[in-house]
């Protein structure tokens, strides 16, 4: 009878953990809700949990150029975090295995994060948004270049005086360098 009892206890137990149904996979939003609140706990590990490979790659490579730990980097990538009362976000966009999220920084401006998906989770991708600010950058030359060369007049752009072949050159003589 004791055994029996007691196959009926771990028979109602397990299946009351099979039928627990399926835990909600983090949204973008809940993982940075998550990062920000590792950060004000300065709760390290956590914050590096919650970067992507790629992050904790650049991280690595960053703290081996400087000397110091991969902690110090996320610590020191992380210090705005720290002191900020609140943190208002908006525009969560998901993109099949990637997603940005707009959050206002202590400076009061809204910045992009990045996520990536790693193993089913999402992580927060530092290298992406620095891939994308480079993007932007390139973006912005290459239309200031363009509208600088629109505002110039065409008479700037065509030599002074027009370049004919002139009879005191000699085909033959060497080129000097």
């Known amino acids: 009878m004791r055994n029996y009892l007691i196959i009926l ?18 949204t973008p939003l809940d993982t940075f809700k998550t990062y920000v609140k590792a950060i004000k706990k300065k709760d390290t590990t956590t ?21 110091v730990t991969v902690d ?8 705005s975090w720290e002191t900020q009362k609140s943190v208002e976000y908006k525009n969560e ?9 707009e959050v206002k920084d202590s400076a009061n401006r809204w910045q992009t994060f990045y996520f990536i998906r790693e193993n089913g989770e999402w992580k927060i991708d530092m290298k992406g948004s620095a891939d ?15 509208q600088f060369n629109l505002d ?16 005191n050159v000699n085909a033959n003589a060497p080129i000097r360098q």
């Not at 480079?134 to 239309?143: G, V």
């Open 9 to 26: 206890i771990l028979a109602v137990a397990a299946t009351t953990a099979s039928c627990g149904g399926e835990q909600k996979t983090a």
């Open 47 to 67: 914050v590096k949990i919650l970067l992507s490979a790629e992050t904790l790659k650049a991280h690595d490579q960053e703290a081996k150029a400087q000397g």
């Open 72 to 79: 110090d980097i996320v610590k020191r990538d992380s210090f």
């Open 93 to 101: 966009k998901v993109d099949g295995e990637k997603a940005t999220l």
């Open 132 to 146: 994308q600010l480079l993007k932007d950058i390139e973006e912005q030359n290459r239309q200031a270049d363009e």
């Open 152 to 167: 110039r007049p065409l008479n700037d752009l065509m030599p002074a005086e027009p370049i004919t072949p002139s009879s």
